[in-house]
């Protein structure tokens, strides 16, 4: 029976509660519970905490002392997120629940030890860490990184992709002016070098993006990534066309990136699509970024793009639709049919796509 705050429930109060719910008192235990909220919730409504279930798995991250955050805005459905996972929350009403505290007793137990009336004053304390963005924290700044987001000034911020470019040419530029390698880029260097040109926060950021940071005789270096850079590059290219001739930009894209890294269509995947079946073939941009997110409505998308697909060139844009334990196989056979082309198991849509 929860009381207020700042006072303590009297064996009068407990009486007069127990007649206006109508309940006798020689029909229940003789000891009761009174339960309220602690000092870090002054001034809070019963109504404003509630019960929370869990499996046994997620009870052992509790009591091993991970934390747990309810994330979703007002009008959206709200989740649990633990620190690598994201778990949807459902209501359950029921009716004589038995509330496991600190120090609270269980029938069998008051049975056998109480003897006489008895009020018991439990308090216990809840917090607050309510977000907008519904997925775990390690979810969230693993797509941050995705989205090469950067922290100013404690808000994170998207580069316009122009200037991510104009950085990324400002380092490797450099990187060629000073015949380093790759592999050790120097980050001081780059900072006093290129420091006069653009705020030292984005270089730094930029270096972070496309190269992977690490420590050599106390010195930062950082070893950046062709793969990166090369698939950043096409992006730049083909930005600015809406279809490509493919041998011509395959040219055109080795040309581009810094001497000594090597280009492959496989470094575009989820980026960029090649129409064999075109004379000649042709590459576009279709990023996955900009297709729906819905899985049926993506799909829709896709098959309006091409009526068949294979499993190699449409994995890329229907990954992120897969579960924790579904695979893209099983995606297809539910959004799809299958048959054979030429030796080769293709992909078409189930529905009439207009």
Known sequence: MPGPPASRRTR???????????????????????????????????????????????????????SFVIRGDKDEQAVLCSRDKTYDLKIADTSNMLLFIPGCKTPDQLKREETQSNIV???????????QIQASEEE??????????????????????DYEIKLLNHITQLVDSESWSFSRVPLNVCLQELGPLEPEEMIEHCLKCYGKKYMD????????????????????????????NLAEFQEVWQQSVPEGMTTRLDQLKGLALV????????????????????????????????????????????????????????LLTKYSRSSMQNGVKVYNSRRLIS
């Open 275 to 330: 129409d064999r079946n075109s004379r000649p073939e042709i590459i576009f941009l279709l990023k996955v970024d900009d297709l729906p997110e819905g899985t049926q409505e993506r799909f829709n998308s896709l098959f309006s793009l091409r009526e068949k697909w294979t499993e190699e060139d449409i994995a890329p844009y229907i990954q992120d639709l897969c579960g924790e334990k579904q695979t893209i196989g099983a």
């Open 217 to 244: 005789e106390d010195e930062v270096y950082f070893e950046l990534n062709e793969d990166k850079i090369c698939r950043v590059t096409a992006e730049m290219l083909l930005q600015n066309a809406v279809k490509f």
């Open 121 to 131: 004053h439990t308090e216990y304390t809840t917090e607050d860490l309510l977000d």
């Open 12 to 66: 009068e109060e407990v009486d007069a509660t127990l007649q206006v719910a109508k309940l006798n008192a020689a029909e229940l235990l003789p000891t009761v519970h009174c339960l309220s909220f602690g000092p870090g919730t002054s001034g809070a409504a019963t109504g404003d905490f509630c019960l929370l279930e869990l499996d046994p798995a997620l009870c052992q991250q509790l009591e091993a002392g991970h």
């Open 140 to 161: 969230i700044m693993a797509q941050l990184q995705v989205l090469n987001a950067c922290e100013i000034g404690g808000y994170w911020r998207i580069l316009e992709f």
